[in-house]
């Protein structure tokens, strides 16, 4: 969802050819899959498309990307744990750039629809948060 979300607001600002935008899992297990119904669903209700696939996070990753934002603790760990020495992305916490500062951005996969629908108004204001901290505001 925070991949759509992102490409999403890029495309719309007309920034997307400043970014290579992608996700990736800490763990194997979702590679190849498509995204939660409930999380596309989620995405469609805003117009916000999404055509992923489920990839595992690689060593390239660390020097092909200037960003791997997370969400949670338990990925940061797992991403810092992979991280090779030397490597040229900043790995943190997506959720750092919420104005709302909730910091973690839960997976409502066990949950009710509501926390699609909480996440992703998460990641619009991480995304927007990022921008900004990148200095693309928001033009008025």
Known sequence: MAEAVFSHIINERG?????????AG?????????PDNRSRATCLKHGVS????????????????????????SNLSNLKRIQPKGSTAQV??????DPQKTRIIEDPYYGGDDGFEFNYQQVV????????HLGFEKEA
């Open 50 to 73: 999404m055509s992923h696939r489920g990839r595992q996070v690689h060593k390239d990753d660390f020097t092909q990307f200037d960003w791997i934002l997370c969400m949670d603790e």
């Open 26 to 34: 800490t763990a194997g297990y979702h590679v190849g899959d498509s």
């Open 92 to 97: 943190q916490l997506f959720g750092e750039f």
């Open 15 to 23: 920034i997307a050819d400043s970014f290579r935008v992608d996700s």
């Open 125 to 132: 204001r991480c995304s927007e948060g990022f921008l900004a």
